[in-house]
Nanobody, 117 residues
Framework: QVQVVESGGGLVQPGGSLRLSCAAS????????MGWYRQAPGKQRELVAT???????NYADSVKGRFTISRDNVKNTVYLQMNSLKPEDTAVYYC???????????WGQGTQVTVSS
Protein backbone atom coordinates (compact mmCIF):
# COMPACT_ATOMS: atom_id res chain seq x y z
CA GLN A 1 0.00 0.00 0.00
CA VAL A 2 1.31 3.43 -0.93
CA GLN A 3 2.03 5.69 2.00
CA VAL A 4 2.52 9.45 1.75
CA VAL A 5 3.72 11.47 4.72
CA GLU A 6 4.21 15.25 4.88
CA SER A 7 6.17 17.27 7.37
CA GLY A 8 7.52 20.78 7.86
CA GLY A 9 4.42 22.87 8.36
CA GLY A 10 4.10 25.45 11.06
CA LEU A 11 3.52 29.08 11.97
CA VAL A 12 5.55 31.72 10.17
CA GLN A 13 5.39 35.49 9.87
CA PRO A 14 4.60 37.17 6.56
CA GLY A 15 7.70 37.29 4.42
CA GLY A 16 9.15 34.24 6.10
CA SER A 17 10.02 30.83 4.72
CA LEU A 18 9.16 27.21 5.29
CA ARG A 19 10.31 24.00 3.67
CA LEU A 20 7.88 21.13 3.39
CA SER A 21 8.92 17.54 2.87
CA CYS A 22 6.93 14.58 1.63
CA ALA A 23 8.09 10.99 1.57
CA ALA A 24 6.22 8.39 -0.45
CA SER A 25 6.69 4.66 -0.12
CA UNK A 26 5.18 1.42 -1.33
CA UNK A 27 6.11 1.59 -5.04
CA UNK A 28 8.75 -0.66 -6.54
CA UNK A 29 9.39 1.63 -9.51
CA UNK A 30 8.86 5.00 -7.94
CA UNK A 31 6.34 7.69 -8.74
CA UNK A 32 5.68 9.39 -12.05
CA UNK A 33 4.32 12.57 -10.50
CA MET A 34 4.64 13.98 -7.02
CA GLY A 35 3.33 17.30 -5.92
CA TRP A 36 1.64 19.63 -3.53
CA TYR A 37 -1.91 20.89 -3.18
CA ARG A 38 -3.41 23.14 -0.57
CA GLN A 39 -6.80 23.87 0.87
CA ALA A 40 -7.64 27.06 2.70
CA PRO A 41 -10.70 27.40 4.94
CA GLY A 42 -13.85 27.70 2.87
CA LYS A 43 -12.05 27.05 -0.41
CA GLN A 44 -11.51 24.11 -2.69
CA ARG A 45 -8.26 22.23 -2.80
CA GLU A 46 -5.95 23.72 -5.42
CA LEU A 47 -2.75 22.71 -7.11
CA VAL A 48 0.40 24.36 -5.80
CA ALA A 49 3.20 22.61 -7.67
CA THR A 50 3.98 19.24 -9.19
CA UNK A 51 7.04 17.56 -10.62
CA UNK A 52 7.43 14.49 -12.78
CA UNK A 53 10.17 11.94 -12.33
CA UNK A 54 12.01 13.54 -15.26
CA UNK A 55 12.06 16.92 -13.55
CA UNK A 56 9.26 18.72 -15.34
CA UNK A 57 7.59 21.12 -12.92
CA ASN A 58 4.47 23.21 -12.99
CA TYR A 59 3.30 25.84 -10.55
CA ALA A 60 0.17 27.72 -9.72
CA ASP A 61 0.43 31.33 -10.85
CA SER A 62 -0.04 32.50 -7.28
CA VAL A 63 3.21 30.89 -6.12
CA LYS A 64 5.49 31.33 -9.13
CA GLY A 65 8.70 33.05 -8.16
CA ARG A 66 8.16 32.32 -4.47
CA PHE A 67 7.87 28.55 -4.19
CA THR A 68 10.23 25.93 -5.56
CA ILE A 69 9.48 22.25 -5.89
CA SER A 70 12.20 19.63 -5.99
CA ARG A 71 12.39 15.88 -5.59
CA ASP A 72 14.72 13.03 -4.92
CA ASN A 73 13.71 10.03 -7.00
CA VAL A 74 15.91 7.65 -5.05
CA LYS A 75 14.27 8.58 -1.77
CA ASN A 76 10.85 9.16 -3.36
CA THR A 77 10.73 12.45 -1.54
CA VAL A 78 9.43 15.77 -2.79
CA TYR A 79 10.11 19.15 -1.23
CA LEU A 80 8.44 22.52 -1.37
CA GLN A 81 10.56 25.52 -0.51
CA MET A 82 8.22 28.39 0.30
CA ASN A 83 9.67 31.89 0.44
CA SER A 84 8.09 35.31 0.81
CA LEU A 85 5.08 33.76 2.45
CA LYS A 86 1.83 35.68 2.52
CA PRO A 87 -1.23 35.33 4.74
CA GLU A 88 -3.05 34.07 1.64
CA ASP A 89 -0.75 31.05 1.68
CA THR A 90 -2.33 29.85 4.92
CA ALA A 91 -3.79 26.43 4.24
CA VAL A 92 -3.43 22.76 4.85
CA TYR A 93 -0.84 21.50 2.40
CA TYR A 94 -1.29 18.01 1.01
CA CYS A 95 1.27 15.92 -0.79
CA UNK A 96 0.29 13.51 -3.52
CA UNK A 97 2.08 10.83 -5.48
CA UNK A 98 1.06 9.02 -8.65
CA UNK A 99 2.83 5.82 -9.67
CA UNK A 100 1.98 5.99 -13.38
CA UNK A 101 0.21 8.34 -15.78
CA UNK A 102 -3.00 6.35 -15.37
CA UNK A 103 -2.83 5.73 -11.63
CA UNK A 104 -4.99 7.47 -9.11
CA UNK A 105 -2.93 9.60 -6.75
CA UNK A 106 -2.23 8.75 -3.16
CA TRP A 107 -2.58 11.54 -0.63
CA GLY A 108 -0.88 12.40 2.60
CA GLN A 109 -2.60 13.52 5.76
CA GLY A 110 -1.75 17.18 5.26
CA THR A 111 0.39 19.64 7.16
CA GLN A 112 -0.82 23.01 8.39
CA VAL A 113 0.91 26.16 7.20
CA THR A 114 -0.15 29.35 8.94
CA VAL A 115 1.22 32.73 7.86
CA SER A 116 0.38 35.36 10.42
CA SER A 117 1.96 38.13 12.43
Amino acid sequence: QVQVVESGGGLVQPGGSLRLSCAASGSVFGFYVMGWYRQAPGKQRELVATMTSSGSANYADSVKGRFTISRDNVKNTVYLQMNSLKPEDTAVYYCNARQTSVSNPSWGQGTQVTVSS
